[in-house]
C-alpha cells in the first residue's frame, strides 16, 4: 500500500495526538476522542502544517479509504492498520524526538567543553 509523505504526517500527528491526549486521563476507562473538524482546526492552530481545510479533509479522506483511519459517530479514530503503521513510523521518528527533547531541555553548549565560536559571514 503506498502512503505519500504527507498522509504519513497527518496518520501520525492523529496517532501522537491520541497518545498525548489519552496520558493525561486519570483513568483507564475512558479514552478521547476527536472530530475531523477539532482536528483540522488544531493542527491549523498549532501551525502543524501550511494546508488550507479541505486539502486536510482530503488527506484524511484518502487516509479512510485506504482503511488506515475510522470516521465512526463523528470521531477519528486509527483502524488496527493504522495504528500498525503509526508505531512503525512513531518507531522511525524516536530517535530524532529525542534529540530535539534533549537538546531542548538541556543546553546544547553543556555536551561539548570544545564548543567553538565562529563570526557569520
Do not use: C, H
Not at 488544531?42 to 488527506?59: E, H, I
Not at 483511519?69 to 493504522?82: D, M, Q, V
Not at 534533549?102 to 565560536?117: C, D, E, V
Amino acid at each position: 500500500m503506498k502512503i505519500t509523505n504527507k498522509q504519513k504526517f497527518i496518520l501520525f500527528t492523529l496517532g501522537r495526538w491520541y497518545l498525548e491526549a489519552n496520558k493525561k486521563l486519570k483513568t483507564r476507562s475512558l479514552k478521547l476522542a476527536i472530530s475531523k473538524s477539532v482536528f483540522i482546526g488544531l493542527v491549523q492552530k498549532a501551525k502543524m502544517v501550511k494546508k488550507k481545510d479541505r486539502a486536510l479533509y482530503k488527506n484524511l479522506e484518502s487516509l479512510e479509504k485506504k482503511k488506515l483511519i475510522s470516521y465512526k459517530n463523528r470521531n477519528l479514530a486509527l483502524t488496527k492498520r493504522g495504528e500498525k503503521l503509526f508505531k512503525k513510523i512513531n518507531n522511525e521518528m524516536q530517535p530524532y524526538l529525542k534529540v530535539a527533547q534533549a537538546l531542548k531541555t538541556k543546553n546544547p553548549l553543556s555536551y561539548s567543553k570544545k564548543a567553538q565560536t565562529v563570526f557569520k559571514k
